[in-house]
């Protein structure tokens, strides 16, 4: 039976790398769809006022967390503050590329956001060429006919894999309409992951314009990669709701004593 640790009301699976990887193949060998959602501090905050996503991702096969300061509430590992360290969820999309790779397997991806698809399509490509590489944008105003042509495209691709690079709500509506009208094996969630666990499938954080004219962008990687304003804004709400959620089980416990 799964263990699952609950994050200010999200579910979230505490897991060991070679058992989700395991179950992994297993669903690569099955017919039969599977959700698996990387959360971020963006999807406890989505979840909290909206009781349709919570419900959602409890309906997930996993929920992973792709989030350090969440990792390190989960399993409780020191080692996990180092930067050096790779969070579970980026050793876990490491290992899945290579073994798509190997085996020559297809990979979908369907997002918002069309330049970023074509960067992304392309770095897996020089990366990882036994990969079979789809994919296809679509907005949030995007119309059911052309909804119904994506997910018709999907079904021709007929992928392994397929990841999501949307946020929550998009990502739960898209499924909720069409996850049972769709030919894949595993649907991977990644919309809301963190930059560090994206960055391992070849996506990068963009570098100001002036920052390149000034050639500056290692100085920026190294001050600036993961702690831009709206994360670290993000971060101290996320500690703010945890430490109030640890000083409310306190008094209940107190209270019982």
């Not at 390190?72 to 503050?81: A, H, L, Q, R």
Request: a negative charge.
């Amino acid at each position: 039976m799964q263990e699952r640790v609950k994050i200010l009301g999200v579910c979230v699976d505490k897991v060991r790398l070679d058992r989700l990887f395991s179950k992994t193949q297993t669903y690569l060998n099955q017919e039969s769809s599977h959700l698996i959602y990387f959360v971020g501090m963006k999807t406890v905050f989505e979840a909290e006022s909206n009781e349709e996503f919570t419900e959602f991702l409890e309906q997930c096969d996993f929920v992973i967390t792709a989030e350090r300061t969440m990792e390190e509430k989960i399993y409780g590992d020191k080692n996990t503050s180092s930067k050096e360290r790779m969070l579970l969820a980026g050793r876990y999309l490491e290992r899945l590329l290579v073994r798509m790779n190997k085996s020559k397997l297809t990979l979908y991806l369907l997002g918002n956001d069309q330049e970023q698809l074509d960067q992304l399509s392309k770095n897996l490509v020089q990366c990882y060429g036994g990969i079979k590489c789809y994919g296809s944008c679509i907005e949030e105003e995007t119309k059911e006919e052309a909804v119904d042509f994506i997910v018709n495209d999907i079904n021709s691709a007929a992928p392994d894999v397929m990841f999501i690079l949307m946020n929550g709500k998009q990502t739960m509506e898209f499924l909720k309409e069409n996850r049972a009208r769709m030919n894949v094996k595993i649907c991977l969630c990644i919309g809301e992951a963190e930059e560090e666990v994206l960055q391992e499938i070849g996506i990068e954080t963009e570098i100001p314009a002036w920052i390149k004219r000034l050639r500056l962008e290692k100085l920026y990687r190294y001050f600036f990669d993961n702690h831009n304003l709206s994360h670290t804004v993000l971060k101290k709400m996320f500690q703010k709701k945890m430490k109030e959620q640890e000083i409310g089980k306190e008094s209940d416990n107190n209270s019982k004593k």
